[in-house]
């Protein structure tokens, strides 16, 4: 069974300091897309980041970029120069690659941003 | 305008009544979702559909029904609320022809069953 883990369920960082948030997942399929959600205090699910599995490089969108270890089912996401609005929920998604309506996430982890 | 749209945003309702909660979406896609969050589990799938008439069971969907009105509506149904549905309530859509295949997210509906 495809699986997603977010083992930290709270992280902290002080403002304009850098943090990782930790993504695993479970899959025997070779294709597939894996995304980063934030969902701050209006609760809307928003897309930072996606990462297809067949490309090698690791997407960037500003200040978010991933790690994508694919051979070690890992994909965390960097947070740079972090601002009090990154401070929400941020979830991990996996999908495959196939356009099924299969869409596993994770548990969650909560980023705080200290001032 | 919000492409993805949910009705209500807050409802607070008691054990045993019926409700409904309502989604709508101007982006076109055959695709859509109900899911639930609650604290700890992320989110569940309940139910799913392709196209009108094409509708599948997800993970959690005792308790649930749905209606597929339209293209542009889904709608969830709680037949008789009880208090472990309490939870924050999702709507999405995707394009199985757009590639990643990403999900586009309602604002949600928060839910209270007392």
């Known amino acids: 069974a495809q699986t997603v883990t977010q083992s930290q369920p709270e992280m902290s960082v002080q403002e304009a300091e850098t943090v990782t948030l930790s993504c695993t997942y479970d899959?025997?399929?070779?294709?597939?897309?894996l995304f980063w959600y934030k969902q701050p205090p209006s609760r809307q699910m928003i897309l930072v980041i996606r990462q297809e599995a067949y490309k090698q490089q690791n997407a960037t969108e500003n200040r978010f970029s991933v790690n994508f270890q694919k051979a070690a089912k890992s994909f965390s996401l960097k947070i740079s120069d972090s601002q009090l609005g990154d401070a929400a929920m941020y979830f991990c998604a996996y999908t495959p690659g196939s356009g099924t309506y299969k869409y596993i996430f994770g548990t969650g982890t909560r980023l705080k941003v200290l001032a | 305008d919000a492409d993805v749209t949910q009705t209500p945003r807050n409802r607070i309702t008691k054990t045993g009544k019926r409700i409904m909660l309502e989604c709508s979406q101007t982006?076109?896609?055959?695709?859509m979702y109900w899911y639930r969050q609650d604290p700890g589990l992320g989110l569940r799938l309940i139910y799913y559909s392709f196209d009108v008439k094409d509708i599948n069971k997800g993970e959690i969907s005792d308790g649930y029904s749905v209606s597929r009105q339209a293209q542009a509506k889904f709608s969830l149904s709680l037949e008789s609320a009880i208090p472990n549905q309490t939870a924050l309530y999702f709507c999405?859509?995707?394009?199985?022809?757009?590639?990643?295949?990403?999900?586009?997210f309602g604002p949600g509906t928060r839910l209270t069953v007392t």
């Open positions: 899959t025997s399929e070779s294709d597939y897309y």
């Open positions: 999405a859509t995707s394009d199985p022809r757009q590639v990643p295949y990403e999900q586009y």
């Open positions: 982006k076109g896609h055959d695709r």
